[in-house]
């Protein structure tokens, strides 16, 4: 696990699909802990130290970071760093509790619609929870919420546990979970310094899903569209921001089926939409992306629009009978497109870079070792690792 500038990582503990980090005080006392995705625990627990932070003007506790980003410390809330900062929208915790941060719980809203969510919690209301009050002359939980100005009455509980059950019930119904108009980019995985995807210490993507069907192919897991991690592109380049990396490598799946959420990405990693800018630094191995698309077949539309911040595309289908044993490509048939746009500049990439010998990776998962990802462009197949005993995941 890569090490914190002069600071302790969180303790932390898996269960099932949820990692919990634990809070401590100045002194290292415990004061709790907050609830995680799995597939987040170990992207958090790098970016740096956790903390518990209560708002005089707010019943829901919150928990910070203080993180190192680019030589610069700088502090973000959790759910900020989950799902990105965008301008106009503040993240909701669904369940109105604060120290839950799966994403299933977080979702945007308008200032107004965090205003009518925040009706009943009010310190006063005793339970601490948004939507829940005590009524003293009924001895009962009166759970409610006020959507366009009216207020509902759902109903009142002799037990809080009883009063929670419903009010989680209800306001996932009546506040559903979406992102609005934010897109959201379906990612099977991501990895940090890998050597073997591109010239330099690459971080590579790859997306969820993809339609091509191309027999053979390497990584059959990315093709079903189902959600596998989500992400919104500030929150993506925030992440990409924060390391230290040569260059980044999309694949997949095929990154160009989300082709709207990929071009939010690049733009906001290249300044263009109100993120942070790259640094002139940033990437001088710049960014290859693959894709089983015909360059040709990307005519109009975001997925066109891509290019234009993309150093080499990789295009075209593998096929099998076709089969490289040297290079980037996996296939003969797939060619090289170098960033010639007008306006674009030179391609952070030269021809001979991508000249590179085949090779693999094998990394162990920093929280869960049983979860080995091998990555690279391989000389053997998915025969060849079960033979030698490594499972993947889909086969079984
Ligand atoms: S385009 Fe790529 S990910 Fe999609 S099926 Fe073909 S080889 Fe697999």
Not at 55 to 60: A, Q
Not at 267 to 284: I, M, Q, T, W, Y
Request: hydrophobic letters at 30%; proline letters at 3%; one cysteine or more.
């Amino acid at each position: 696990m890569r090490k914190l500038k002069g600071q302790t990582p969180n303790n932390y503990r898996v269960d099932g699909l949820f990692g919990y980090i634990e809070l401590t005080d100045k002194n290292g006392l415990r004061i709790g802990e907050v609830k995680v995705d799995k597939f987040n625990l170990s992207r958090i627990i790098q970016a740096g130290r956790w903390y518990l932070h209560r708002r005089k003007d707010c019943t829901t506790n919150h928990v910070f970071g203080s993180l190192w980003s680019g030589g610069v410390r700088r502090e973000i809330l959790l759910h900020r760093f989950l799902l990105g900062d965008y301008p106009n929208l503040c993240i909701d915790h669904i369940n109105g509790n604060g120290l839950d941060n799966t994403l299933s719980n977080l979702c945007f809203v308008t200032n107004q619609q965090n205003s009518e969510k925040r009706f009943g919690s009010d310190r006063d209301s005793q339970s601490g929870i948004r939507g829940i009050r005590w009524e003293e002359s009924r001895k009962k939980w009166l759970v409610r919420y006020k959507k366009d100005g009216k207020t509902f009455n759902i109903g009142r509980f002799s037990q809080l546990e009883d009063a929670i059950q419903k009010n989680n019930l209800v306001r996932r119904e009546v506040f559903p979970y979406n992102y609005g108009d934010v897109p959201i980019i379906n990612i099977m995985s991501i990895l940090n310094e890998t050597n073997v995807n591109g010239p330099g210490n690459r971080i590579c993507i790859w997306t969820q899903g993809c339609t091509k069907g191309c027999k053979g192919c390497f990584n059959p897991e990315s093709w079903s569209n189902k959600i596998n991690t989500q992400w919104t592109p500030q929150a993506l380049a925030q992440y990409v921001l924060s390391q230290e990396c040569d260059g980044i490598t999309i694949s997949g799946g095929d990154p160009l089926e989300q082709p709207e959420a990929l071009l939010k990405f690049l733009r906001v990693l290249h300044g263009d939409g109100g993120g942070e800018s790259l640094r002139a630094d940033f990437l001088p191995k710049g960014i290859i992306c693959f894709t089983g698309f015909l360059i040709e077949e990307l005519d109009d539309g975001a997925a066109a629009e891509c290019l234009e911040y993309i150093d080499l595309l990789i295009d075209g289908r593998y096929v099998e009978q076709l089969r490289y044993t040297s290079g980037l490509a996996g296939s003969s048939n797939q060619r090289f497109h170098f960033s010639s746009l007008p306006g674009r500049g030179e391609s952070r990439l030269q021809r001979s870079e991508i000249l590179i010998d085949q090779a693999v990776e094998v990394h162990i998962d920093d929280i869960d070792p049983s979860i080995i990802r091998v990555t690279g462009f391989p000389s053997i197949d998915r025969t060849f690792l079960k033979r030698h005993g490594l499972r993947i995941e889909s086969d079984e």
